[in-house]
């Protein structure tokens, strides 16, 4: 377990891209997050108190968190200084990178030293086992999408917060690193062994009888190249009952694949249906979200009336515009979750 | 590269599945195997000469082959003690198992004592690239499965086999241990990093410009909820120009879970060419390959010629029948490949 609240690492970034773990942390778990590091030459914030470690301990952080993405995924020295000073101020260190903690002697000694706590967060539990397709018990929505980033774990957050809200239990379950940082717990589904992918998501969200809904974050599309074999055994992993949609529509190709473009929303919704039908005969479609980060609202309202319209589903921006019209569609789907909250009159 | 000719060992194994990695060589590799070792409890062979150890150097082997697949994929105290007299005796050792020869310290030492090598067959190599999807040039043959273990490596190999019979320029490409160690290189793809399934595949095939096949092992099913991950990413990587189709009509059920019936052939064509247009939109299959190796020779041939007729495809058991059919059908369907050898009049 990663001991909160957090001191969120922005370091020297300048690319909004690269710092979306820390802004996921920000925005879907503010109340653990005390504060945001960051040199002189970083030119973004969270809108959190700028602080260094030792006044970050002072008000209480616990672990700093190394919520950006370096090219190549790898720690510069520059970092690893930063990192080593954490730990001598007195916090645990929590890392998604590709390159692990345990892996750089001189952080792995300095938290030795200082009795400090190192957690990388995109390495799978040991032991996954081999997916077995067996239907269980429980309710599990999954978000697809038309490519990589277009909104995933921000859908899936936003559902987890909206059935929330009307005292629905529901669950979010990290697939990915930001995801898992958010969580508390998940599996970097990018990181596991090939044989296991359906097994790791079987695990991670196993047989549920409370009446309430797993929301698993869906990885990379169906007609993404690169990565729709990860895709693949999600969707059979999952057996959702439900499906939400995600797409971009600023996206102008295949993310990182200029040579592709990206599928329809009625092309990807049917071939998701039909490869989630194997382990989960009676799948459905439930609503489709938009990220409509870069229009004018009236712009997003149009865009996500008339995709509603041809799509017969209920379409919206879960982050600008909510997700009522969706969980109302899975209200009217599936028979009504009780209520965990109940008001004492 | 890993020294021939070999040693094949049986060992104590009485279990015909658990000895196919040495039998794989055994059929397809003959002039490389010089013996099988194996125990007096040991029940199975290969029709090859039973010898020692130090027999076997003195007749020229320079490898031990673990072509064994034990309950959990461990190595027994009884097979760790064999390895290292194999490797007292002057032999290197290669084993495709789960557990790697360079966790166990003791065959570790050995083999530094002795001078000698160690090949853990699946480990992939490192730094294998993200997929691109870019269209690579060269002829690409996949075969696909109804289910796993079902004929794949075979089909794949007689393919190669009579393709070369007829002077054309192919090359098996192999995706798991068993293929991995009768060819000499190939990628364990079950053993590969979820992200990168696809890479691995384009990394193994890379572009061919001088017109001949590359011929490339399947792995997994569409249809199989363990595994279709694997065999989706694969699908993509392949780009594939041709689809053989492999199945075991003696199936009962997907391999390892009684609750999946075994797909239709016609679903599961239609399937693998859906998923392999994305990256290879003029696919199309050429040929039905069956495992008739349980039938009677007539009763066979009746389901060979059935299948033929309701798919429109050449049909035969490529080991026991042989692969002219689909190899006419290739040389039908695709601009014939020119003959590497010409014979001198």
Known sequence: ????????????????????????????????????????????????????????????????????????GRMSADLVGDAIAAIEAGLDVASGLHHRLREEPAIVAAAARHGRKLHDVRDPRPGIPVGNGKRRAGKRLLTVGTDCSVGKMYATLCLERGMRARGMAADFRATGQTGILIAGSGVPLDAVIADFISGAIEDISPARTDDGWDLIEGQGSLFHPSFAGVSTGLLHGAQPAALVLCHDPMRAHMRGLPHYPVPGLRETLEANLAVARLTSPEVRAVGVALNTSKLARAEAERLC?????????????????????????????????????????
């Open 305 to 345: 009336a008339e995709t509603a319209d041809a799509l017969g589903l209920p379409c919206t921006d879960p982050f600008a515009m909510g997700v009522d019209s969706i969980i109302d569609r899975i209200d009217q789907c599936f028979e009504a979750s009780p209520r965990v909250a109940t008001l004492s009159l």
């Open 1 to 72: 377990m990663i001991a909160s609240p957090y001191l969120l690492y922005l370091g020297h970034s300048n690319d909004e891209v690269g710092i979306k773990t820390s802004r996921g942390l920000a925005v879907f778990r503010p109340d653990d997050c005390v504060g945001e590091f960051r040199h002189d030459d970083c030119g973004l914030t969270l809108d959190l108190p700028r602080m260094g470690f030792a006044e970050a301990v002072a008000v209480g952080a616990r672990t700093l968190v190394l919520g950006i993405a370096n090219a190549g």
